[in-house]
């Protein structure tokens, strides 16, 4: 349920603007689609960041059914009367942090981004705390076929990424046999003890690894150790599938082949030996890191944890450059697939984190960006309980 609530706006002292709220059910024929025309409103100034944020929440698949996506309508109020219920219908300091919402345009941006994309950590969510049972695996599925769709919502910030990368892996590409030949002319015991020491961080260690995290977490009631645990492991299980897929269509030969890096297809040689593109070891490693990364490091305070797990994961990914399993762009290509699922995994869970058991929202403020009939950006303020 949501409550709407005056929301004056002293941008004008002689004009105060009463507000009223409504919402667009996204599960209603077209609701989608009036949400995404309403926020693709030049005029509205709201962030491609913001604008997918809204869109996950009330749109994408998986999202909470009893969503609304919430709007404001604004009706300019000179009579006396109206003016003074509208006051009256607010504290004091109500009113002083809506006045400030509307003048302090720092102030203003950092509510946005905290109830938006941030998510503030004391609103508790629908979604459930992670842990192994029947909804945990079917979120695989879900996930898995999110990835899949994703594109199908990217901005143009998003596009701008994803070209940024395909040109760097063709710059790598272009030049995988020089670097493979500097790689194997560098290579030596010290190198190849390291690659034997790195290498099992990319598949042989991952399930013990995540296995081990889980248990001590659980063990010690260390809800942010269970979560990393169970979303490192769906996050490097998604890249394996994903990568195992790619493999099969481009059956790249292995450098140790001989064949050359332009060596593409099946012929008389093992499956193995074809399965060169992208690196397997490498997608899992950086997709486990990512998680880590997000879930302990940025969300955890604990600033050593990023450089560890993505340090780990380098040498993982060069490891298979040293055994000469794997041609550089072969890395390259799977590193960025698995940071990039483990990113979209924590991203998708992120409403999970730290919340109890009740799956109910607690009752608190949350706040969207809005436009008011003069092209001023307003906050839409909701009280759901």
């Known amino acids: 349920m949501v409550v709407g609530l005056p929301i004056l706006c002293a941008a004008d002292p002689k004009s105060i603007t009463e507000s009223h709220l409504i919402s667009i059910d996204p599960n209603e024929p077209g609701g989608c689609a009036r949400i995404l025309k309403l926020l693709e409103e030049k005029s509205l100034g709201i962030s491609d960041g913001a604008r997918s944020a809204m869109l996950e929440q009330t749109c994408a698949p998986g ?205 008389s040689g093992s499956v193995d030996s074809h399965a060169s593109l992208p690196s397997g070891h490498s997608g899992a490693a950086f997709a486990v890191a990512a998680v880590m990364a997000s879930e302990l490091g940025e969300e955890g305070g604990h600033a050593w944890v990023a450089p560890v797990a993505y340090g780990i994961a380098t040498l993982t990914a060069l490891s298979r450059m040293n055994d000469d399993e794997h041609w550089a762009s072969d890395v390259f290509i799977g590193a960025a697939i698995g940071y990039s699922i483990g990113k979209w995994i924590t991203s998708r869970h992120a409403s999970s984190r730290g919340v109890s058991g009740s799956g109910s929202r607690s009752a608190g403020w949350q706040a969207y960006p809005v436009l008011d009939r003069r092209g001023r950006i307003s906050l839409i303020l909701e009280y759901p309980f």
């Open 63 to 267: 999202r909470d059914r009893d969503a609304r996506f919430s709007v404001i309508l604004l009706k300019e109020n000179d009579d006396a009367v109206a003016v003074r219920e509208a006051e009256t219908a607010l504290s004091e300091e109500q009113r002083g942090n809506i006045r400030r919402l509307m003048e302090d345009d720092d102030y203003r941006r950092e509510l946005i981004r905290d109830a938006v994309l941030d998510r503030p950590r004391d609103v508790k969510s629908t979604e459930r705390p992670l842990d192994f049972n029947r909804e945990y695996f079917s979120g695989f599925v879900r996930d898995t076929y999110g990835i899949v769709k994703a594109p199908a919502s990217w901005d143009s910030r998003d596009w701008g990424r994803a070209a940024l990368l395909l040109v760097a892996s063709g710059g790598i590409y272009a030049n995988d046999e020089r670097v493979r030949d500097w790689v194997q002319r560098s290579r030596n015991e010290q190198s190849d003890r390291i690659a034997g020491l790195a290498e099992p961080f990319g598949k042989e260690l991952i399930l013990p690894g995540l296995g081990l995290m889980y248990v001590a977490g659980k063990l010690t009631d260390n809800v942010p150790a269970v979560r990393t645990a169970l979303l490192g492991l769906e996050s490097a299980a998604i890249t394996t599938l994903f990568i195992g897929g790619v493999k099969t269509l481009a059956a790249r030969h292995r450098p140790y082949t001989g064949d050359g890096a332009g060596a593409f297809g099946r012929d």
